[in-house]
């Protein structure tokens, strides 16, 4: 089993991170269809930073007045935390 440095990140860089934040939130708050429904465009990134410590992405979004902090393993390309702010 190759140790954790051998293994190719799933997140390398900061548009997937924010790629995935977004699909998150889309589908999570139900943004991505309906007719009362804002579209994608409407979902703004405020800020993102990498910890390199501990391998994870924290991406912080807005939409309609509300803001969440989306954090993600880059390892395994998942969403493990949403704090809505």
Same mark, same amino acid.
């Given at each position: ?21 977004? $699909? ?11 007719? $009362? $429904?804002?579209?994608?465009? $409407?979902?703004?990134?405020?800020? #993102?930073?990498?910890? #390199? ?33």
């Amino acid at each position: 089993m190759p140790g954790i440095g051998l293994i190719k990140r799933r997140l390398e860089t900061e548009a997937q991170a924010v790629a995935l934040a977004t $699909s998150h939130v889309l589908k999570e708050y139900g943004l991505e269809g309906g007719k $009362s $429904s804002p579209a994608a465009g $409407s979902v703004s990134t405020l800020e #993102t930073k990498y910890d #390199t410590d501990s391998g994870d992405w924290y991406v912080a979004l807005g939409w309609d007045g509300k803001r969440a902090v989306i954090r993600m393993d880059s390892i395994l390309g998942t969403v493990t935390d949403v704090r809505e702010v």
